[in-house]
């Protein structure tokens, strides 16, 4: 298995940084967050690469996990989501040549393991929740009874409610119709 830090060769060339807006810093410690994720991720190989490598596996992942819970949903989608968060991104992954192209997220992702991903990701999510002043809103949805109109074409009324735990109470309810 290789390891997940890949060695990188000096190539010369260096990508310039995007203009992005900066984003707000991080309340915890970047060094430990990303030392975290390397150990969660640790199972999952690094694919062998033919080319010089320049990028580590763990900024890939996680800009494509972040891409994905953001609903993107391809390989420019990721490359795209790592763009425009940048300067949020840089706090807490190395990113030594930038964002990856979709062409590397592509042949990334494509021979990893998925019950090997599957076994790693909730632990990655564990590891989120256990960060200093991190919380889980449980959201909740519910449909009343009898207030759909099939007269007019109206579907049910829908309830979405968020709650915090740590209060014991409801702090957002949404109403909609499908």
Not at 127 to 144: C, F, M, N
């Amino acid at each position: 298995m290789v390891s997940l830090t890949r060695r990188l060769a000096l190539t010369g060339f260096k990508s310039s940084k995007p203009k992005i807006k900066s984003s707000k810093n991080l309340s915890i410690n970047a060094t430990a967050l990303r030392e975290k994720m390397s150990l969660v991720f640790s199972e999952i190989e690094d694919p062998p690469v033919e080319r010089t490598p320049v990028h580590f596996l763990t900024d890939i992942l996680i800009i494509g996990i972040l891409s994905v819970i953001a609903r993107g949903k391809g390989w420019e989608d990721m490359k795209n989501y790592g763009l425009s968060k940048y300067d949020w991104l840089e706090q807490f992954l190395a990113l030594p040549e930038g964002i990856p192209s979709a062409d590397t997220f592509r042949r990334v992702f494509e021979p990893i393991n998925p019950k090997v991903f599957e076994g790693c990701f909730p632990r990655w999510v564990e590891s989120i929740v256990e960060a200093p002043g991190a919380q889980v809103i449980p959201i909740d949805g519910k449909t009343l009874k009898g207030s759909y109109d099939r007269e007019q074409g109206k579907s049910g009324l829908h309830l979405v409610s968020a709650w915090s735990i740590d209060l014991s109470s409801c702090f957002r309810t949404s109403k909609t119709r499908r």
